[in-house]
């Protein structure tokens, strides 16, 4: 841990590899992702859906909720503020949305840059229920000459001696899409207090940066948005100080429900000889639909069969039937979007660990 004061001296991270270091072992604890076992869910059970809270929950009671506020401000017609009520009296919906972190993948990436050491896990699907936040935004009349929404948390910390409440921006357009929500509800239940407890957004297809827990504030702004979550980081880079490409949309992405049984300690797989079904999931973002999955089975590639869509922001099922003999296989899995992009074998760099859509392998023993 550290001896100097992370406050004032704050750390220049640097890309590392070896061990985990017990930081990141300790956000690891915090933040859990999904066990791979529960792809097998359309809709990821409360509770197994992946979790990334970059500060404290913060601690919301049931009366903070009845006195909570959304406050719109900044270039608008008219200043509102919102109580959930008011807010769950616009029409509502409810949209089936899968969510990955921007750094799932992060600690498989060498080097790696020490921060929430992700491998596959941080992703799952939900039923979300709100209004669309274009209702709001209609009820305060955006101006014309904003540029963007910064959207607002709560919730309050450093990160390399930045202090800010977590925030995030969109532009007008993307603000105003009908899909782009402000939700109370995940899976037909109030929000759980690390989902974001009373009221989040949802921002469809993108890395689940952009969808801002704990939202207490909206402002239209007359330049971009310079918050720490925006500029700071969620950028593609390759090198420290780059400028680099602003994270949006999720990257063609497919993980398998590992076969058989594990062993503890290594996760490795065993499964008894004869016919198996190998099930997985596959999402891209930007509402792009699945157009096929690809199974890698010892060096050879076979076409997986899809199920039904489940909406255009919601993962899709495949599977395989395999008639496994004994022996030990290398297992690999690889989708292609309706727009053409597949994953790749590796994915490309990047320092921070964002988007890391590389195969995922499994070893399998059969017996
Ligand atoms: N206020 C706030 N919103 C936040 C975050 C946060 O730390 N604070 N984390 C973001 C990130 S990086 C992700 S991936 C998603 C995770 O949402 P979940 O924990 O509900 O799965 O929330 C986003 N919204
Ligand atoms: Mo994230």
Redesign the pocket.
């Given at each position: 841990m550290p001896s100097r004061n992370p406050f004032t001296e704050p750390e220049q991270r640097e890309p590392i590899e070896g061990d985990f270091f017990a930081q990141e072992v300790n956000l690891a604890n915090r933040n859990h992702g999904i066990a791979l076992e529960m792809l097998r869910h359309d809709v990821t059970p409360i509770g197994m859906?992946?979790?990334?809270?970059?500060?404290d929950v913060p601690y919301v009671t049931e009366a903070d909720a009845a006195s909570w506020r959304l406050e719109v401000g900044g270039l608008v017609e008219r200043p509102v503020s919102l109580s959930l009520e008011d807010i769950k009296a616009l029409p509502s919906k409810t949209l089936r949305v899968t969510?990955e972190?921007a750094g799932n993948g992060r600690g498989r990436f060498k080097p790696r840059m020490p921060s929430m050491p992700w491998l596959l896990g941080a992703v799952?699907t939900a039923e979300w229920t709100g209004t669309p936040l274009r209702n709001v935004l209609d009820l305060a009349g955006i101006k014309p000459d904003a540029v963007e929404l910064s959207c607002h948390?709560i919730?309050r910390g450093f990160d390399r001696g930045n202090e800010h409440e977590?925030g995030r921006s969109l532009r007008p357009e993307m603000a105003r899409h009908e899909d782009v929500m402000l939700v109370w509800a995940m899976n037909g239940q109030p929000l759980l207090p690390?989902?974001?407890y009373p009221l989040r957004m949802i921002v469809p297809g993108w890395y689940?940066?952009a969808?801002?827990?704990?939202l207490n504030r909206i402002e239209a702004l007359a330049s971009p948005y310079q918050g720490y979550q925006q500029v700071g980081t969620y950028h593609f880079r390759t090198q420290a100080n780059e400028r680099g490409t602003p994270i949006t949309t999720m990257r063609v992405k497919s993980l398998m429900v590992p076969p058989g049984v594990p062993d503890w300690y290594s996760g490795a797989r065993l499964v008894e000889a004869g016919p198996v079904t190998i099930h997985g999931r596959a999402w891209s973002g930007a509402a792009t639909p699945i157009d096929h999955v690809e199974i890698c089975i010892d060096g050879v590639w076979h076409r997986a069969a899809l199920e039904a869509p489940a909406g255009p922001y919601a993962w899709r099922g495949w599977r395989f039937d395999w008639e496994a003999t004994p022996g030990s296989y290398a297992m690999a899995c690889r989708a292609t979007d309706a727009a053409g992009n597949t994953q790749p074998l590796e994915a490309a760099y990047d320092r921070g660990g964002f988007g890391n859509n590389g195969l995922h392998r499994i070893e399998v023993f059969v017996r």
């Open positions: 859906h992946y979790l990334l809270i970059h500060f969510l972190c799952g948390g919730d977590y690390q989902h974001g689940g940066m969808s801002v827990k704990w």
